[in-house]
């Protein structure tokens, strides 16, 4: 079947031959996106006025705007042409990323947003903040924040590069590093223009797209299999050449038993990870009460499991209707050009109007995705950095409001101006792993010290310093002394080996250690000063006495 | 001002609503917890060590793996539900209730 309206101008039916796609059709809707999204950023700039305005975009979002922003900022390219690309290759193995990304955020409703809602303001390390010593616990914070935020940026703006080659069909370097340019050049500019209120509205804008884009194919994959799961997995494991053991587990995970501790450490960062995540963490301070930060989560937990459960959809109807055996274009690109190539597919296939009018859809979809995910993490760093490394470290005294903020917006070309730098020569090496490191690190190093302030009394600064830093430090370390740094042909520097960590995923061994660093640290610290103020924080986390309200105009 | 606020919390902390404020959220949060978690990692080990039982057929081409792997997307849009359901009947209206004592001993 085809889409094909008889409406479209011959100018829009694809030209070149080998292309993916029509490369005018494609950059038209990369363009629309553009506008799109900088309109917003202009609309939302006139009604930043306070600083609560610039963070937390007034705390006047509704809880299903929120959560639909929550969902927006969550489901990162590498979910969305990457979860399915993964069960295009691996099948059933491909799936498990996202059953752990989604159980996280059943730690986000119970034990982490509303009492994070009610006790904070504008960062994580402020409800941290509330019953310690200021500079030692900000410093520790922000510096989690930021290395957090620059992993999570690094992979998605290397995969922009590449995915926008790979949607317009160049391979010139050149040209991918002038994507790496523009994205962070975009994202600088909703960011510093737009702040809190226009990166929400761009994650609102962005979530409905990719929900969209991904009830289309899944409808027109789903139609093609008389929408019955069982006649498309057995279409699939056939088309595999893998047969039955595409369905099953083992193709990617647990090889071995080292392969088997690696995909268990995996899937407790995935798990545990979530509800440390400074940029899903501040999303909580947008809505006005702790009522809807609880809405917030259950529309995002609502939004990304149907998302999720389309991804198999998606997965699975690329394994069954494109080619992925060695060196096909599904298997060169590691999986992520498996959705548009599917929707070109489901469309008519290559060459027809409406394959693609499809694949240029899920191309701008996806690449507005990439522009929302760097914006959310921009936006991050540069709040922390502005609000707990210059307001309460560096500078002397107090800085106004308006000070604060200025210095906000030039952290974000900062941090814009670094992301770059370091994403152009990273492309060329393999950086998939830094997704999960980044989970691995909120997992050891925020998501302790957050419950042991939420939960424990005697918790206290250097229970918290060294909660921050011992779980970051051995995230890091053991990732940079593990297989994927070195050691393997797939590792990110070849030819030398200094791997003595076996496990790809360091969270089996740096969750506990953060934990057990924060139980130490609070002892052998011995100070006792922070106990005063748990009543207060306790007594507001669970009313929400006394916590930050929206901002009236 | 500040040590009005820090009067004014100590009161609602010391108030019987509170003690049971904090005894209902933690009565619901602490096996809830335990529970998801313990049925997450129940599905982590048996793709690792379970796979015969996994591989078991159950309906054409759909095996034990893809229904457990189902069964946590179901278990987590209920628990969600569950819990949102148990909060607004019984914390939202003790928090409120406390929230307001909080403004009046402010105000004193």
Not at chain 1, 28 to 35: G, R, T
Not at chain 1, 271 to 290: E, K, M, Q, W
Not at chain 1, 359 to 370: M, Y
Not at chain 2, 74 to 93: C, E, H, M
Request: one cysteine or more; glycine letters at 10%.
């Amino acid at each position: 079947m085809s889409l094909v309206p008889l409406l479209i101008p011959p100018s829009l039916i694809p030209l070149a031959d080998g292309e993916p796609g029509n490369r005018v059709l494609t950059i038209s809707l990369f363009s629309a996106v553009v506008a799109v999204t900088l309109y917003i950023t202009w609309w939302a700039s006139r009604q930043n006025k306070t600083a609560a305005d610039y963070y937390a975009g007034g705390r006047s979002f509704s809880g299903a705007q929120n959560g639909l922003a929550v969902a927006g900022d969550y489901m990162s390219a590498a979910s969305f042409l990457g979860i399915s690309g993964s069960i295009a290759l691996y099948g059933y193995d491909g799936f498990l990323y996202s059953i752990g990304f989604l159980v996280a955020w059943l730690v986000a409703l119970l034990l982490v947003a509303e009492l994070l809602r009610n006790s904070g303001r504008f960062t994580m390390a402020d409800q941290l903040a509330f019953r310690m010593k200021q500079k030692p616990v900000r410093t520790a914070a922000a510096t989690s924040t930021i290395v957090v935020s620059i992993f999570y940026l690094l992979a998605q703006m290397v995969g922009a590069g590449s995915l926008v080659g790979l949607l317009l069909g160049v391979k010139s370097e050149g040209v991918k590093a002038g994507v790496i340019i523009l994205v962070g050049a975009l994202m600088i500019v909703y960011v510093t223009i737009g702040g809190m209120k226009g990166t929400t509205w761009v994650q609102i804008v962005k979530a409905v797209l990719l929900m969209t884009g991904t009830v289309l194919i899944t409808f027109l994959v789903m139609l093609k299999f008389d929408f019955n799961i069982s006649k498309l997995l057995g279409a699939a494991a056939a088309n595999s050449g893998k047969g039955e053991a595409f369905l099953q587990p083992g193709l990617l995970y647990g090889k071995d038993l080292v392969g088997q501790i690696d995909f268990l450490s995996l899937g407790l960062a995935l798990v545990l990870g979530t509800a440390g995540l400074p940029h899903i963490l501040i999303r909580f301070y947008t809505v006005p009460d702790s009522r809807s930060a609880r809405r917030s989560v259950q529309w995002a937990i609502g939004l990304i499991g149907a998302f999720y459960l389309m991804t198999l959809a998606l997965g699975f109807g690329a394994a069954a209707l494109l080619n992925t055996a060695k060196g096909s274009p599904v298997e060169t690109s590691k999986g992520n050009v498996a959705s548009p190539l599917l929707a070109e597919s489901v469309g008519g296939g290559a060459g027809s109007v409406g394959g693609s009018i499809l694949l240029a859809l899920i191309a701008a979809v996806a690449f507005a995705t990439i522009l929302a995910v760097v914006a959310g993490l921009t936006l991050t760093s540069a709040s922390s950095f502005a609000h707990d490394l210059y307001a309460n470290v560096i500078a002397k005294t107090k800085p106004s409001e308006k000070s604060e903020l200025r210095v906000a917006r030039f952290a974000a070309i900062g941090i814009g101006a670094v992301a770059i730098a370091l994403a152009i020569p990273a492309q060329k090496l393999n950086i998939a792993f830094l997704v999960a490191l980044a989970f691995a690190v909120a997992a050891s190093a925020n998501l302790p010290s957050l419950l042991f302030n939420l939960f424990w009394k005697r918790f206290n600064t250097s229970g918290a310093v060294w909660s921050i830093y011992g779980g970051l430090i051995s995230a890091v370390v053991l990732v940079a002394f593990s297989p994927v740094v070195s050691g393997k042909p797939t590792s990110m520097i070849t030819g030398a080996d200094f791997a003595w960590f076996p496990l790809s995923n360091p969270g089996i061994v740096s969750i506990p250690l953060g934990f057990l660093f924060g139980v130490l640290g609070t002892y052998l610290g011995k100070d006792r000063s922070s106990e005063a103020r748990y009543t207060e924080l306790s007594v507001r986390a669970l009313t929400g006495a006394g916590a930050e309200g929206v901002t009236k105009h | 001002m500040r040590e009005r606020d820090a009067r004014a919390y100590e009161a609602v902390h010391d108030a019987a609503d509170f003690t049971e404020l904090k005894r209902r959220y933690k009565n619901f949060v602490v096996p809830w917890t335990i529970a998801f978690m313990a049925w997450y990692l129940a599905y982590v080990a048996c793709n690792n060590w379970a796979r015969d039982f996994m591989k078991t057929q159950v309906i054409g081409n759909i095996n034990v793996a893809l229904v457990f792997g189902l069964l946590q997307f179901v278990s987590t849009f209920v628990i969600a539900a569950i819990y949102g359901r148990f909060a607004n009947r019984k914390l939202d209206p003790l928090a409120a209730g406390l929230n307001a004592k909080y403004k009046r001993e402010r105000r004193r």
